[in-house]
Structure formats: structure tokens, C-alpha cells
């Protein structure tokens, strides 16, 4: 079955540590992303790619870094400059050009900073 | 003046009674209106979408939009309990870098027995 596989599910980290969330997809879908998800506070928009070998700063892209090398992969390091990464992440993709495109999402990642 | 407005709730209905999920938006140049269902510790996953104002049904779900006074509105008919979840509404434009979706905050409704 299609799918977003997103790695670890759960996630501690030590303060000053970077850590990698990996996400990958085998929709063929060219727009990946990434947001982040704090109670009551809705989706925000880390960083989004929509071709290989390129990516977009999203509203809260401070403290983050991705790559895209591959069109099924885009990666995400939490970096030890983002000062509050204990939250819910999500990795999202979608098709591009006319239509509706609708995002379809992996079940996430739960980081906690200790 | 957030683009997309959601009361976060939560919304405690008794099963079986009529839900209406509301949100507001400010960019007219919004075209999709995509509805998404959240469980708990899950990511999102699209409920419906409709293309510009009108209405849409599936099964017991209803979606309608009015361009007019950016209002987004998602029916639940004989709300079940398993229908308890997050709910946020995404609208996007129709090409170029407003193809982003911009979600609502997302309302939390309880469907209790």
C-alpha cells in the first residue's frame, strides 16, 4: 500500500542534541513537508519541497534543516538551536499542478526534550 | 487577523445529534476547502474537500463554503462516537505558492454515548 512512513514514532532528546526524523513516501509525489503540531495550537508550516534537490522555509523554519536528495525522502534535523522542539511533527506530501492536491500526512513523530 | 479562524472547542455533543464545525477566513484567493479528521497521537487524514462555494455530502458529512462571507462550515448528521476527533479546516488557493494549505487550529469534538 501508498504510504508516508515516518521514523521514530517516539523521540527523546537531550538539550543541545540535533536528532534526525526521517520520513519517506512511495505515492510518487513530488511537494513534501513538514509541520508542526502544538496542543491547541493547530498546524505550522516548518519547510516544504516540491522538487528534488529544493525546499522552502515555511512560517517556523528557525532551528530546523532539511534536505531532499531523493523524491521519496525528506528528512528533518531538529537542531540544538530550535529552543522549544519538545512538540508533535508531521510529514505531509502531495501531488502538484491542477487540481485539489490534498495532503496526505504520516502518523507523526513525538519528540520530547529532557 | 489569523488567514484561517477555528474555535478549538472542545465540542461535547450526545450520539446522534446534528454537529456543525465552523471556520472563517480573510484571503479570497482560497479555492479548495479541505476538511481533515485528526485521532489522537495520529496524523491527519482528509475527511472531504469542495472546490469553490456550494456544497458537498458524503454520506453523513456535509461540507459547504460561502465565498461570499468566507465561511466554512462541516456537518456531522447522527454523530457517532467513533466521529470523536480533531477536525481542521485547510483552505488553499488554486495555483502558485498559494497551493499551501493553511490550516485552522482545529476544533475537538466528543461524541459521547
Known amino acids: 500500500d501508498g504510504g508516508i512512513t515516518q521514523s521514530p514514532k517516539y523521540l527523546f532528546r537531550k538539550e543541545g542534541q540535533n536528532v534526525t526524523l526521517s520520513c519517506e513516501q512511495n505515492?510518487?509525489?513530488?511537494?513534501m513537508y513538514w509541520y508542526r503540531q502544538d496542543p491547541g495550537q493547530g498546524l505550522r508550516l516548518i519547510y516544504y519541497s516540491q522538487i528534488v534537490n529544493d525546499f522552502q522555509k515555511g512560517d517556523i523554519a528557525e532551528g530546523y534543516s532539511v534536505s531532499r536528495e531523493k523524491k521519496e525522502s525528506f528528512p528533518l534535523t531538529v537542531t540544538s538551536a530550535q529552543k522549544n522542539p519538545t512538540a508533535f511533527y508531521l510529514c505531509?506530501?502531495?501531488?502538484?499542478?491542477?487540481?485539489?492536491?490534498?495532503?496526505?500526512f504520516g502518523a507523526g513523530s513525538r519528540l520530547t526534550v529532557l | 487577523q489569523k488567514e484561517v479562524e477555528q474555535d478549538p472547542g472542545p465540542l461535547s455533543v450526545p450520539e446522534g445529534a446534528i454537529v456543525s464545525l465552523n471556520c472563517t477566513y480573510s484571503?479570497?484567493?482560497?479555492?479548495?476547502f479541505m476538511w481533515y479528521r485528526q485521532y489522537s497521537r495520529k496524523g491527519p487524514e482528509l475527511l472531504m474537500y469542495t472546490y469553490s462555494s456550494g456544497n458537498k455530502e458524503d454520506g453523513r458529512f456535509t461540507a459547504q463554503v460561502d465565498k461570499s462571507s468566507k465561511y466554512i462550515s462541516l456537518f456531522i448528521r447522527d454523530s457517532q462516537p467513533s466521529d470523536s476527533a480533531t477536525y481542521l479546516c485547510?483552505?488553499?488557493?488554486?495555483?502558485?505558492?498559494?497551493?499551501?494549505?493553511?490550516f485552522g487550529r482545529g476544533t475537538s469534538l466528543i461524541v459521547h454515548p
Open positions: 484571503n479570497s484567493a482560497f479555492q479548495y
Open positions: 485547510a483552505p488553499r488557493g488554486a495555483s502558485g505558492g498559494s497551493y499551501i494549505p493553511t
Open positions: 505515492l510518487n509525489h513530488d511537494a
Open positions: 505531509a506530501s502531495s501531488s502538484q499542478g491542477f487540481g485539489a492536491n490534498v495532503l496526505t
